[in-house]
């Protein structure tokens, strides 16, 4: 088949590298964000997927909107017959859905309707969800509403960040992606309405809401750390500056909310049950460092809390 496909980031790349080395469809262009200003020397780059496309020799369009109406008749002149889609992060309006005859197939990391939105891995880690996954779906015009090709299975890991998740997502989803693709082709696959129940929301996770609390339990708050880990990252102040936490793990032993104790063994800081030990940490401006290696450098006052 013709293939249009749409993805943005790295958890989109085994999809397109799957069904570029498919020899059963055709990728005939790659859409994806336009090049955007990242990093310090902030330069513009091309998005991963956008790197791998020109790689491999692919057309890649980056209209602004996909609703331009330039990018729709790129997208009528090509014919697709059908258009996957991985964290591609731009809406598709009506006229766009309706080009391609099998329609636009989107991989979501999770099973749906649970968690819909853009942030699927994230939420299911802060909910402690045990078991998450992927599904493929018809693309409709409300937010991960339409019926499903595919579902497959994962279970979160006891110390899962959601990076760590994500990755695993990424590679077992490019899979069900491929399979879904290549049952449409053939004509043996049929999307099935999702059910009307267990329908929950995963909006976009945003800085200040990575903000750690440390008034909450210690199995929240360590949830709550891996759930934005890598990014936006978990954070919270100490004397007034920005402190970002890497990694970090539950402890045994109690302190008060927020309450920072350096020892021997390591960084700690208190919850509403028990402590968690900092493992590395980020103060703004500098470079993720080991906990303990911060706090001598801080010079820490023995009743400061972490808010």
């Not at 059963?24 to 780059?45: F, K, M, N, Q």
């Not at 069900?176 to 449409?184: H, K, M, V, W, Y």
């Not at 750690?212 to 891996?226: E, L, S």
Request: glycine share 8%; net charge negative.
């Amino acid at each position: 088949m013709r293939l249009l496909f749409a993805g943005t980031p790295e958890p989109a790349v085994p999809s397109l590298r799957r069904l570029l080395d498919s020899p059963d469809h055709e990728v005939v262009a790659v859409l994806t964000r336009p090049d955007a200003v990242a990093g310090r020397g902030r330069r513009v780059t091309r998005s991963p997927v956008g790197e791998l496309a020109d790689e491999a020799g692919v057309p890649v369009l980056t209209p602004r909107r996909p609703s331009d109406p330039e990018f729709l008749d790129q997208l009528r002149e090509l014919a697709p017959d059908c258009c996957p889609v991985v964290a591609y992060g731009g809406l598709l309006p009506a006229d766009v859905l309706a080009v391609p005859r099998l329609g636009w197939v989107n991989l979501h990391f999770s099973l749906l309707p649970a968690w819909r939105g853009a942030a699927p891995v994230q939420a299911s880690i802060n909910a402690g969800d045990e078991i998450t996954g992927a599904t493929t779906f018809l693309i409709e015009q409300e937010l991960d509403t339409g019926p499903v090709f595919g579902v497959m299975t994962e279970r979160i890991r006891e110390h899962d960040t959601a990076g760590d998740l994500l990755t695993r997502l990424a590679d077992a989803g490019a899979a069900l992606l491929e399979s879904t693709i290549d049952g449409l082709a053939s004509g043996a696959l049929h999307a099935v309405p999702q059910p009307d129940e267990g329908i929950s929301y995963a909006p976009k996770v945003t800085v200040e809401a990575a903000r750690v609390v440390w008034q909450r339990p210690g199995v929240a708050v360590d949830r709550h750390i891996r759930s934005v880990t890598p990014a936006p990252g978990a954070w919270t102040t100490v004397a007034g500056n920005r402190l970002k936490i890497g990694s970090a793990q539950l402890d045994t032993d109690a302190l008060p909310p927020g309450r920072i104790e350096v020892r021997k063994s390591g960084v700690f800081v208190g919850t509403a049950t028990e402590a968690l030990r900092l493992n590395t940490v980020q103060p703004h401006g500098k470079k993720m460092m080991a906990a303990l290696d911060w706090a001598r450098g801080a010079r820490l006052p023995e009743d400061v809390v972490a808010e």
